[in-house]
């Protein structure tokens, strides 16, 4: 008998079917019923009795409805005599609600962080989690992993394809909050330098950037590092300062691409000349976005 079992509800179900694979572990097996009134019952279809569970699932686009699903499957396999229960939300949805940033705000981050240690799972991990203030809302032992590693390899490809030398490449944090992120790939390669631009929000969703040392960036191969990709403002405004500075190409790679209506068109028809993501959300992409896979950072 199988040991491990790996679940999925809705967000991860191709990261779920790899991983299973990769440890020769049972597949799970749920169901998802609406009763009349719109309430949801959800339960493992599979024997998990004396078993180590996985759950994967990102809480992305319907985060509310993921996370109540999420926590009647974590009780419905802890009933059933799981012997443990490890949780990955690859993309921890309300991420970016870690603080108040106005009056008679919630901190909806750490809310669903409370919410989620209600389910008593024996860890919680995630990917590139948006602050590392995040930790500590959590009781139940929570470890965000890095993607630095995916990408690493990706651009190393990438250089070879396109005959690039790393001193011509300059990595870029889109604003202060993607420093780490900018300094750890950039270490990766030798003879990088990195930049942090200077980010502005004069409203929600509007991204503007501040003026950056032209010295810095002209004729360079700009990789632009962020978390999020969600309305594409972000990535879009600093494309656009960095083209503007002299810089040859802009590349972007992110960890999470939410994608939000009309993102993408904006993000093609954008100077970018290449983006990267990863399948931490899985969903249908236009070829020209291309994506890398987290099944191979994820443990039993
Ligand atoms: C912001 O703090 C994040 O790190 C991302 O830069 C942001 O969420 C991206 O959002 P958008 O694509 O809507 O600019």
Redesign the pocket.
């Known amino acids: 008998m199988k040991k491990n079992i790996v679940f999925s509800l809705q967000s991860n179900q191709a990261v779920a079917e790899k991983v299973a694979k990769k440890f020769n572990a049972e597949l799970g097996v749920v169901s998802i019923d609406n009763f009349a009134d719109g309430e949801v019952l959800v339960k493992s279809l599979s024997d998990v009795k004396g078993k180590d569970v996985t759950i994967i699932e990102s809480t992305a686009k319907n985060a509310h409805e993921i996370l109540f699903q999420l926590l009647l499957l974590i009780d419905s396999v802890k009933r059933s005599g799981a012997r443990s229960v490890k949780l990955y939300v690859p993309y921890f949805g309300y991420s970016?609600q870690e603080r108040v940033s106005w009056f008679n705000e919630p901190v909806s981050c750490e809310v669903v962080a409370k919410i989620l240690d209600t389910a008593e799972v024996d860890e919680i991990l995630t990917f590139d989690l948006?602050h590392p203030i995040i930790e500590n809302f959590f009781k139940t032992p929570f470890r965000s992993l890095s993607t630095t590693k995916l990408f690493v390899d990706y651009y190393k490809k990438y250089f070879a394809e396109h005959h690039i030398d790393t001193k011509d490449v300059v990595i870029i944090s889109?604003?202060h909050?993607?420093n780490t992120r900018a300094e750890l790939l950039s270490k990766e390669f030798e003879g990088t330098k990195k930049v942090i631009l200077d980010?502005r929000r004069p409203k929600p969703?509007l991204?503007e950037h501040l003026e950056v040392n032209v010295d810095e960036v002209k004729d360079k191969i700009c990789i632009i590092i962020?978390?999020?990709?969600?309305?594409?403002?972000?990535?879009v405004?600093a494309a656009d300062l960095l083209i503007r500075s002299g810089a040859k190409s802009v590349l972007v790679a992110a960890s999470h691409g939410?994608f939000?209506p009309n993102?993408l068109n904006r993000l093609l028809e954008s100077p970018l000349d290449d983006i990267v993501v990863t399948n931490t959300i899985e969903r249908r992409l236009p070829k020209e976005i291309h994506i890398t896979d987290i099944s191979e950072l994820i443990e039993l």
């Open positions: 970016r948006h889109p604003d909050g993607s980010k969703n991204a962020d978390d999020i990709i969600d309305t594409g403002g972000t990535l405004s939410v939000s993102s």
